[in-house]
């Protein structure tokens, strides 16, 4: 069955570095990835959705890509900030619904 | 433009007693979701609503869990009895349109359920 998987340890970066996070899916071939982030005790919020035909995707700070050979995105965050210590989903359709990975839990320190 | 609100934040049961858990979505909003989300783990979908119709409720554990959404709106999910295995956090999401992987999502803070 379909999975997708996200780095179960925590990146620890510091101020002003980019961030890159992973994200991997097997045994399917998704069209649509998206990301959010999630903080402790919230909701996820949506930032970002890129399609299968679409190698990049930016909004800002974020850039999100999408390789269908590797069967993996990466999601950067540039000039990172200890605001952007959260965590942060991938998902992606599966039918017509989200399949979300367990997301990697960054932090930011300054 | 007010958010997904979900009540009650937080909730501690015995085990055995019945729960509920109420979600009102975004204004406009015609999809609704349930997910349930394991510490340290991404939500799973549990049902989706699209106006007042279950479209998709192949992941809720239909011996004890129920879900309603009336006139299209609201909506309340239901544990009954709850089990140890149920603490997790309850999440509420709806969206615009009707596309349960690709329209954004908006998620409420969710319900944190812990079962003695």
């Known amino acids: 069955s379909q999975k997708i998987e996200q780095n179960s340890e925590a990146l620890n970066i510091q101020e002003g570095k980019t961030a890159t996070l992973t994200c991997n899916y097997t045994n399917y071939s998704p069209a649509y990835l998206q990301w959010y982030r999630q903080d402790p005790g919230r909701g996820p919020v949506f930032l970002l959705l890129?399609?299968?035909?679409?190698k990049e995707k930016r909004k800002e700070r974020l850039k999100v890509t999408f390789d269908t050979t590797l069967k993996q995105s990466l999601f950067h965050i540039t000039a990172s900030q200890p605001a952007d210590s959260a965590t942060y989903l991938c998902a992606h359709d599966y039918g017509n619904k989200l399949v979300f990975g367990a997301g990697t839990i960054l932090r930011v320190k300054s | 433009e007010a958010g997904v609100v979900q009540s009650p934040r937080y909730k501690i049961i015995e085990k055995k007693q019945p729960v509920a858990f109420w979600c009102n979505p975004i204004?406009?909003?015609?999809?609704l979701y349930w997910y349930l989300q394991n510490l340290g783990q991404g939500p799973e979908l549990l049902i989706r609503y699209e106006n007042e119709e279950a479209v998709d409720d192949s992941q809720l554990p239909k011996d004890r869990f129920s879900a309603e959404r009336l006139k299209g709106v609201d909506s309340t999910l239901k544990i009954q009895p709850a089990e140890l295995g149920d603490s997790a956090v309850y999440l509420c999401?709806?969206?615009?349109?009707?596309?349960?992987?690709?329209?954004?999502?908006?998620f409420g803070p969710g319900t944190r359920l812990t079962v003695l």
């Open positions: 890129i399609r299968e035909n679409e």
């Open positions: 204004s406009g909003h015609n999809t």
């Open positions: 999401a709806s969206s615009v349109g009707t596309s349960g992987s690709t329209d954004t999502q908006y």
